[in-house]
């Protein structure tokens, strides 16, 4: 069942024509990949269906409300980890979550068993009471993605997860992701560039170029379909993007991707 769709979504700048013509529907409980080079659209999407940008023109609905017209009922079903950092360093982990709830609206009574649940679940309890500034990279993501799931989201949307990470703290966030899945049937919707990650924890992936959708399917089935032996999703990517892996986006795009990565570390 279709907790996520699109129809005809598009969104132009000017002259520029970022996102065009998408339709891709998304499954309850499942974990989706929208790939593609940077500038792709992959942002601009991402930021339509979370209610950041209104379309040009076509439609998204999350929960069967629109992203324009029920704005405010998509907002209380969705989860958002964008790249730039959203925990504050000079807080503890606790203090972070407290923050989060309030935003949130939970009630009072719940804020402290929801926080102990989220701290336990992504594994830092332990830290909880340290400031964020001494937490390493990939318990900083993890912060970030239990307060984005403080208000038990329908959907999570996570913007470049591991960038900047090493293989343990990588390996971290992705057994957790998975585990958010199968505990709580959460619908992921996540952008990556390591085509490793998506192959491994993606039911589905989505290859925009060009603003454009330009393949959607099982991993498996999309290597299938190039006919080659030991074919990567690297290859399809490529294949399905004019042999454009990184198209180095623009200054703006590669600071901001150095600094996520600076700051994880």
């Not at 409980?29 to 076509?58: C, D, H, Q, R, Y």
């Not at 709830?101 to 068993?113: G, N, Q, V």
């Not at 993007?241 to 200054?251: A, M, Q």
Request: glycine share 8%; hydrophobic share 40%; charged share 25%.
């Amino acid at each position: 069942m279709a907790i996520l769709t699109t129809e005809h979504l598009t969104r132009r700048f000017k002259e520029l024509t970022a996102v065009d013509d998408l339709t891709i529907s998304v499954n309850q409980g499942e974990i989706f990949g929208l790939l593609g080079p940077n500038g792709a659209g992959k942002s601009t999407v991402i930021k339509m269906i979370t209610t950041l940008l209104p379309p040009t023109s076509g439609c998204a609905s999350v929960g069967g409300f629109d992203v324009v017209h029920n704005a405010s009922n998509v907002r209380r079903l969705i989860g958002y980890v964008p790249q730039i950092l959203s925990a504050d360093g000079t807080l503890t982990g606790r203090e972070n979550l407290m923050i989060f709830a309030k935003l949130y609206d939970i009630p009072k009574s719940e804020r402290a068993p929801r926080i102990d649940e989220s701290l336990e679940f992504m594994g830092l309890t332990d830290a909880c009471n340290k400031l964020v500034k001494n937490y390493s990279g990939g318990m900083i993501r993890r912060l970030e993605i239990a307060q984005a799931m403080l208000h038990h989201p329908k959907v999570l949307f996570l913007d470049e997860p591991t960038i900047g990470l090493d293989p343990v703290g990588r390996k971290a966030v992705w057994d957790h992701i998975q585990k958010m899945c199968s505990d709580f049937d959460t619908t992921i919707f996540l952008t990556t560039h390591y085509m490793e990650e998506a192959d491994k924890l993606c039911s589905r992936v989505a290859i925009m170029h060009l603003g454009k959708l330009a393949v959607i399917g099982v991993p498996a089935d999309l290597k299938a379909s190039l006919n080659k032996e030991n074919v990567t999703l690297d290859d399809v990517f490529v294949y399905y993007t004019g042999g454009d892996l990184e198209s180095g986006g623009s200054y703006r795009e590669a600071s901001m991707t150095r600094q996520t990565a600076r700051r994880l570390g």
